[in-house]
Structures are given as C-alpha cells and as structure tokens.
C-alpha cells in the first residue's frame, strides 16, 4: 500500500510539473507572437512615415505613367468616412493620378457622390467624358463610381443581349458550336450597355478583407491587386 501511495503522489507530483511547463510555453509563446506583433505594427508606421515624407529615395518620384487608371476598392464601413475618401481623392490629385473607380458593395459612395464633388475641382464624371478622353493626358480628375449591384446588372443586360441577337428561333436549327458565346462577344455586349469600362493598372482594397469584394471580374484580368 505504501509502494502504491508513494506511486500515485510520484504520478501526481509529475502531473502537476507537466502541467505547469505546459502553461508556461504557452505564455512564452504567447508573450513572442504578442511582442513579434508590435514589432511589426512599428515598422509598418515608421515605413508610411517615411515613405509619405518623402525620405524614403525609392518612393521619392512616382511614375504615374504606370497607373493610368486606379481602382479603390472600400468596405462600406470605410465608405461611410467621406472625409477621409476626399482626403484620400486630394493626395492622389496631387501626385498625379487623373483616373480613378471607387468602388463599394453597397454603393455607399454612389449615394455620397455630390457630396464628394463638390469638396474636388476639375473632376469630371467617367461616363460623362468623351470616348477618346477617357483615358488621355488631361488637368482634370476622371471619377467613376461603381458598385457590387453595377456588376450583377451588367452581366444580366448582357446575356439577354446576347440571347436576343444569337439565341433567336431562327437559330434554333443551327449547330451547337455556333451558340456558344466567346469573350469578344461579351466583352462587345458588355461594350454595347455601356458597362465595359477599362481595366485598371492597379486596385487598392482597404479594410481586413484581402479580395476585390466583388468589383467585376471581366475589368481586372492583368490587375495588380494590393
């Protein structure tokens, strides 16, 4: 009995160390991811200051000729902040970005549009610009704005587009193969309701979520995506 009890205290007393060890790794662990975080927080802030004062040499000169036309893509709880979006408008002005999307799911931006003007000079409306000055060297600002409701309206205008130009009764004895619809009669299609905008050089999301929350897909084939 007292090799049993002497056993049992033993497993106990090893239960308890293991125990102990166990939680402490965990707060060791713990305690690096934590401080690996706000090393890395600093260095993202000490990065943007530099880099937006222009200390930085490699990020001195933009070559705005490589971003023809940029995409903003918002969450709609960034969306809502129109100061900053006008503040966000003003920098890019002034450092050479004449075409720019802003884009939201809800299309909290569309509602906010007047409001935005009239904080901007020399802005004109994307699907008021002329044909061949849509994407050409101008002094003023080219804003579209443009919502998840734009891409699923787009797609449906154009397949019944599409059906009623190809898929007509008349074609119905016709092959198989000469029904199937190709990217360039899309691209027309979507061409032809006035939805088939240019594709932008670059697309800037902001909030946590790291996709384009449903800009349309057909517009950002070779888009970078950051």
């Known amino acids: 009995m007292e090799v049993r009890d002497g056993m049992q205290r033993a497993y106990s007393f090893i239960v308890q160390i293991g125990n102990i060890g166990i939680q402490l790794l965990w707060r060791v662990l713990h305690l690096l991811v934590s401080l690996l975080y706000i090393v890395l927080g600093i260095t993202y802030v000490v990065e943007s200051y530099v880099i937006s004062s222009g200390l930085w040499k490699k990020y001195r000169a933009f070559n705005n000729g490589k971003v023809r036309y940029l995409a903003i893509v918002l969450e709609s709880e960034e969306a809502h902040q129109t100061s900053r979006v006008i503040k966000l408008l003003l920098w890019l002005k002034a450092i050479g970005v004449k075409h720019i999307c802003l884009y939201d799911v809800e299309g909290v931006m569309k509602k906010s549009r007047e409001a935005i003007l009239e904080k901007l000079n020399a802005v004109t409306l994307f699907e008021e610009a002329g044909e061949d000055d849509k994407l050409a060297s101008q002094n003023c600002m080219t804003l579209e704005f443009a919502s998840f409701s734009d891409g699923k309206e787009a797609v449906t205008k154009a ?13 119905l004895d016709r092959d198989q193969e000469e029904r199937i619809f190709t990217e360039a009669q899309m691209a027309e299609a979507l061409k032809a309701i006035g939805c088939n905008g240019p594709e932008p050089d670059l697309l800037l999301v902001y909030g946590p979520a790291r996709c384009h929350l449903g800009f349309p897909a057909w517009r950002i084939r070779y888009t970078e995506i950051v």
């Open 159 to 171: 397949a019944n587009l599409l059906f009623r130009k190809y898929m007509t009764f008349t074609d």
